[in-house]
């Protein structure tokens, strides 16, 4: 079902905070430096009538509604068809905080917002590797607090249909009247959804995902240029970007401003086999050829190796992986991703959700909360 913007009266705390990591561990040796040279390739995807259309999805793969389905308790899922008013985000100016991002829904989509933060920690670990039959696979462990995670299938009228990832305890509603049109409670949540994804996929093969580190410092860039954040920056490239030289593009194109101030890098990847970090530092923006992402800097220099020693260790573990494989099954992936979840640490978090996309088939196999023997596949 498409569905346009409409504006009702709803109060909605919209928490978009991502906390970091905890631990600083000694520097190692740095890994190669590659930074991307500037990308002229035109980043705006055309429109869904123009647009190459998907291939048919697999028969075991779930279709999804516009209506919110229970996946599994703590997981759900929803398709959103139609504007959801990014576009409208970013030609505004973008946002460059998390309370402006709660001020444009508010005006524009949701009616009236309350905002809230929490603060919490999460860890995150990420692999790129080459299939057997010559495709892309990127996997995702999200570690946290038990929460809501659910999964957004997006169909932008202008932009790359996509897959992404929500901690939904990041939004919560209260009682509120709607003026003018109805419009179920399923919606207004994935709405607010929509800005607030922390990894996906989109039907160009295009995989991204936040990873926190922590640091004492924090990013918030100020050039002049149109203003994201964490989340949005997210939702950026996965509606805007077709291959990580677009996606690091766009990212240059932009003000990139970390939730209150904490310490984020993101791990891309595309369907070509290209996989990369974008870290921040001292505002500047630095490009890491890399196929494993965990939760301390990669940049060489007096940042490398901050973060958690425990994320040092994930990383050891995902970077042998690859070096005495050349290429890892979708079965492989996720293995790899259940040596690196958080049961294995005796902590109080757990990887609340794993995903390996494949970046070719544009599927995305789901597991959680450490439970690896069952699954759900969804595709673009």
């Known amino acids: ?127 790129a590797a080459n299939s057997p039959d010559g495709g892309v696979l990127f996997g995702r462990n999200f570690d ?49 959804a929509l800005y607030a994804p922390l990894d996906g996929m989109n039907e160009k093969g295009l995989a991204v995902s936040v990873n926190m580190i922590q640091d004492n410092a924090s990013i918030s860039q100020s050039t002049g240029k149109p203003g994201i954040t964490t989340t949005t920056a997210v939702r950026l490239l996965l509606d805007k970007a077709a291959n990580v030289d677009e996606a690091l593009e766009l990212l240059r194109q932009h003000d990139f401003h970390a939730s209150i101030g904490l310490v984020v890098h993101l791990a891309l990847a595309d369907a070509a086999g290209r996989s990369v970090v974008v870290e921040y530092i001292g505002n500047e923006m630095s490009v890491i050829e890399t196929p494993v992402v965990t939760n301390f800097y990669l940049t060489p220099g007096e940042k490398y190796g901050i973060g958690t020693s425990q994320s040092h260790t994930r990383y050891k573990i995902l970077q042998n992986l690859l070096a005495e494989n050349p290429a890892l099954t979708p079965e492989d992936v996720r293995d790899a991703l259940s040596r690196v979840s958080k049961g294995n640490f005796g902590e109080f978090e757990s990887t609340e959700w794993s995903i390996v996309f494949d970046l070719a088939d544009k599927t995305a196999r789901y597991y959680h909360r450490e439970n690896y023997e069952n699954s759900w596949l969804l595709a673009l």
């Not at 946002?95 to 989509?109: I, K």
């Not at 109805?182 to 607010?192: F, G, H, I, N, Y």
């Open 144 to 192: 946290w607090n038990a929460c809501e995670a659910m999964v957004v299938e997006a169909h932008p009228e202008k932009g790359y249909a996509s897959l992404s990832t929500v901690n939904m305890d990041f939004i919560s509603m209260g009682a509120g009247g709607m003026m003018g049109t109805e419009l179920k409670l399923d919606q207004v949540r994935t709405l607010a």
């Open 1 to 127: 079902m498409k569905k346009g913007l409409s504006l009702f009266s709803l109060f909605l705390t919209f928490s978009l905070l991502l906390t970091g990591c905890g631990g600083q561990a000694a520097a190692q040796p740095p890994p190669s430096a590659n930074s991307s040279p500037n990308s002229q390739t035109d980043s705006t995807p055309e429109s869904k009538a123009s647009a190459p259309q998907p291939e048919t999805p697999p028969a075991d793969a779930i279709p999804l509604g516009d209506n919110i389905i229970e996946l599994a308790p703590g997981l759900s899922a929803v398709r959103y068809d139609g504007d959801y008013g990014f576009d409208g985000f970013l030609e505004k100016g973008g946002a460059a905080s998390d309370r402006e991002v709660v001020q444009y829904l508010a005006e524009n989509l949701v009616g009236e917002l309350g905002l809230d933060f929490l603060g919490n920690i999460f860890g995150c670990s990420t692999i």
